[in-house]
């Protein structure tokens, strides 16, 4: 076998072991809590049923865009990003 193949086997054999100890640390450690995966569940019911129902909603603020939304934006603690028609990020 060729020092190549061999250092690509091992190298395989490294990205496999990483993968099962985080696993394995994930689980030991308990998922984390909030939203897991995209839309809170594995039935993307976008309800987290720890969360209060809420009363009302105001606008806490708005912008004008160049275009429409085309993907849900990305919300990071008070930084919104979403990508417009022509590739801005708004």
Known sequence: MSLRKSALRLGAAA?????????????????????????????????????????SLTAGWSTQLDARLHAQPLVLGTLIAGQGRHCSLV
């Open 15 to 55: 990205v496999v072991l990483g993968v099962l100890l985080a696993s394995a640390a994930f689980v030991a450690l308990g998922a984390p809590t909030g939203w897991p995966t995209y839309q809170h569940d594995a039935g993307r019911s976008a309800a987290d049923p720890d969360t209060p129902p809420v009363a």
